[in-house]
Nanobody, 114 residues
Framework: VQLVESGGGLVQTGGSLRLSCAASESIFSIDVMGWFRQPPGKQRELVATIAVGGSADYASSVKGRFTISRDNAKNTVYLQMSSLKPEDTAVYYC?????????WGQGTQVTVSS
C-alpha cells in the first residue's frame, strides 16, 4: 500500500499540528498503522501505533501529548500533536504492517522552534 503523509511544518514550542497519512487502498484490514520519526542525526524511532481494533500505544516521550487515530472509511491515519517541544523536531513517517509486509511513506518534516 502506498502511504502519503501531510501536515508537517514549522510551529512554535507549545503549539499543535495534525499529521495525516493517506493510504492508496483500504486500511480496514491492515494489522497495525503507525507513526515513526527520525530526528536530525539520530535513528528512526517509534512514536505511536494503532491496531486494527483501535488499541493504541505510544512512546513514553509523547504519551499524553500525541494522539493517533484511524479513519478506515477515509483510508487515513492521523497523529494529533500538541504541547510540541523542540525535541519533537524530526521527519515523521507513516508505517503500515500487514502480514509479512511493511510499507513506509516518504515522510513529512516537523520543526518546533524554541
Amino acid at each position: 500500500v502506498q502511504l502519503v503523509e501531510s501536515g508537517g511544518g514549522l510551529v512554535q514550542t507549545g503549539g499543535s499540528l495534525r499529521l495525516s497519512c493517506a493510504a492508496s487502498e483500504s486500511i480496514f484490514s491492515i494489522d497495525v498503522m503507525g507513526w515513526f520519526r527520525q530526528p536530525p542525526g539520530k535513528q528512526r524511532e517509534l512514536v505511536a501505533t494503532i491496531a486494527v481494533g483501535g488499541s493504541a500505544d505510544y512512546a513514553s516521550s509523547v504519551k499524553g501529548r500525541f494522539t493517533i487515530s484511524r479513519d478506515n472509511a477515509k483510508n487515513t491515519v492521523y497523529l494529533q500533536m500538541s504541547s510540541l517541544k523542540p525535541e519533537d523536531t524530526a521527519v515523521y513517517y507513516c508505517n503500515a504492517r500487514y502480514g509479512w509486509n511493511t510499507d513506509w511513506g516518504q515522510g513529512t518534516q516537523v520543526t518546533v522552534s524554541s
